[in-house]
């Protein structure tokens, strides 16, 4: 199984990124997906999650500026982020699991929130 995240980088605050996570080696479209991110000195976090009938939920602080979405021809999950701030500054990982299988993790894109 491998989850590949790409799309992080430097913005500057008030900007928009796109993050990507292309995944291979599991049934796509049966898995939820989700993204969490980990700022330095602090604990991961989950930012937004999409299930397998894409029904999605937010954290308080992303709601309204954050859009999760999975396109399951691509085995590609979005994270659409807009109005980026500085405390939104972290390595983002995607998130594949379901009930009956242990999760699967990415390796992480950087972003960096920053004028």
């Known amino acids: 199984v491998q989850l590949v995240e790409s799309g992080g980088g430097l913005v500057q605050p008030g900007g928009s990124l796109t993050l990507s996570c292309a995944a291979s080696g599991i049934i796509f479209r049966i898995y939820g997906m989700a993204w969490y991110r980990q700022a330095p000195g602090k604990q991961r976090e989950l930012v937004a999650r999409i299930t397998s009938g894409s029904l999605t939920n937010y954290a308080d602080s992303v709601t309204g500026r954050f859009t999760i979405s999975r396109d399951n021809a691509k085995n590609t999950v979005y994270l659409q982020m807009n109005s980026l701030k500085s405390e939104d500054t972290a390595v983002y990982y995607c998130?594949?699991?379901?009930?009956?299988?242990?999760?699967?993790w990415g390796q992480g894109t950087q972003v960096t929130v920053s004028s």
């Open positions: 998130n594949a699991q379901r009930v009956d299988t242990r999760p699967y």
